[in-house]
């Protein structure tokens, strides 16, 4: 059996491979210690405890970009499994038993919650160790940024010293190539495109999405580009390039995650 093994794709940032759903990143914090950030499918956590046992070193977070099924459906046993603390936006967070929880549903859209519904078995509720509400430094060099508008508690996570952020999807890539997601996707289309415009001013050299292949180089400036463009009518949405992106989005809930050459 071939076991997966984590692609350093950046010094102090790995790509975790065999994962469903959203990409699962792995980085490092000034301190050395090591953060995942999202989870995936819960289906995911073997092939995640597996590279992380090559690296033989301690997880000390598990950072969560928001709260849906497909970037944490796998938070709840990973917290369990190492140990390491989770972090998330207080605004995908709820209270139960005298603590803060993790909301994980599908998606947004009504079509999405329902063949869910039927196709996906619902997540184990994680506990969350730090709900952030504010920027906040949530271990050495790491910064948590509040990003609402895709889910209420969208997080991107800034690393100067790696000039890199992981931004969930606040943007798809498409080999590189920016987007932003459907205005059906969002909790708050307004408020997402605020957060998008205030995060790109900031934006580093290298971002890291929750879908498609990360920016190596350039991401700042494709970030505020993107941000200035206005928002097409409903029709536009259901041009066929979108429809051929949207197929190609589809299939990283169905196949698992093989090695990609980032742009």
């Given at each position: 059996m071939n076991l997966p093994t984590p692609e350093l794709v950046r010094p102090g940032v790995w790509w975790l491979h065999s994962t469903r759903g959203a990409n699962v990143y792995l980085l490092e914090a000034d301190d050395g210690s090591l953060a995942l950030v999202d989870t995936g499918f819960p289906q995911s956590t073997p092939a995640i405890l597996a590279q992380l046992a090559?690296?033989?070193?301690?997880?000390?977070?598990?950072?969560?970009?928001?709260?849906?099924?497909?970037?944490a459906g796998g938070a709840a046993t990973l917290r369990r499994q190492t140990g390491a603390r989770v972090v998330a936006g207080r605004g995908d967070c709820r209270p139960?038993?005298?603590?803060l929880e993790l909301r994980t549903p599908v998606g947004r859209s009504h079509i999405a919650r329902l063949l869910g519904s039927f196709?996906?078995?619902?997540?184990?509720?994680?506990?969350?160790?730090?709900?952030?509400?504010?920027?906040?430094?949530v271990l050495p060099g790491v910064l948590?940024?509040?990003?609402?508008?895709?889910?209420?508690?969208?997080?991107?996570?800034?690393?100067?010293?790696?000039?890199?952020?992981?931004?969930?999807?606040?943007?798809?890539?498409?080999?590189?190539?920016?987007?932003?997601?459907?205005?059906?996707?969002?909790?708050?289309?307004?408020?997402?495109?605020?957060?998008?415009?205030?995060?790109a001013a900031i934006a580093p050299q290298a971002g890291f999405p929750g879908h498609g292949t990360p920016v190596l180089d350039g991401f700042g400036e494709q970030l505020r580009q993107l941000a200035a463009l206005p928002r097409r009518n409903g029709a536009a949405a259901f041009a066929p390039e979108r429809l051929i992106r949207l197929a190609s989005f589809a299939r990283g809930f169905t196949r698992a995650r093989r090695p990609r050459h980032p742009g």
């Amino acid at each position: 059996m071939n076991l997966p093994t984590p692609e350093l794709v950046r010094p102090g940032v790995w790509w975790l491979h065999s994962t469903r759903g959203a990409n699962v990143y792995l980085l490092e914090a000034d301190d050395g210690s090591l953060a995942l950030v999202d989870t995936g499918f819960p289906q995911s956590t073997p092939a995640i405890l597996a590279q992380l046992a090559q690296l033989q070193r301690p997880l000390a977070a598990i950072l969560i970009t928001h709260r849906h099924f497909d970037h944490a459906g796998g938070a709840a046993t990973l917290r369990r499994q190492t140990g390491a603390r989770v972090v998330a936006g207080r605004g995908d967070c709820r209270p139960r038993d005298g603590r803060l929880e993790l909301r994980t549903p599908v998606g947004r859209s009504h079509i999405a919650r329902l063949l869910g519904s039927f196709l996906l078995p619902r997540p184990e509720p994680a506990p969350v160790d730090v709900a952030v509400e504010a920027q906040t430094e949530v271990l050495p060099g790491v910064l948590a940024i509040p990003t609402p508008g895709h889910t209420p508690g969208s997080l991107c996570f800034l690393v100067p010293r790696l000039n890199a952020a992981f931004v969930g999807d606040l943007v798809i890539s498409h080999g590189g190539t920016l987007t932003r997601p459907l205005r059906m996707a969002n909790a708050d289309d307004h408020c997402y495109l605020q957060s998008l415009a205030t995060f790109a001013a900031i934006a580093p050299q290298a971002g890291f999405p929750g879908h498609g292949t990360p920016v190596l180089d350039g991401f700042g400036e494709q970030l505020r580009q993107l941000a200035a463009l206005p928002r097409r009518n409903g029709a536009a949405a259901f041009a066929p390039e979108r429809l051929i992106r949207l197929a190609s989005f589809a299939r990283g809930f169905t196949r698992a995650r093989r090695p990609r050459h980032p742009g």
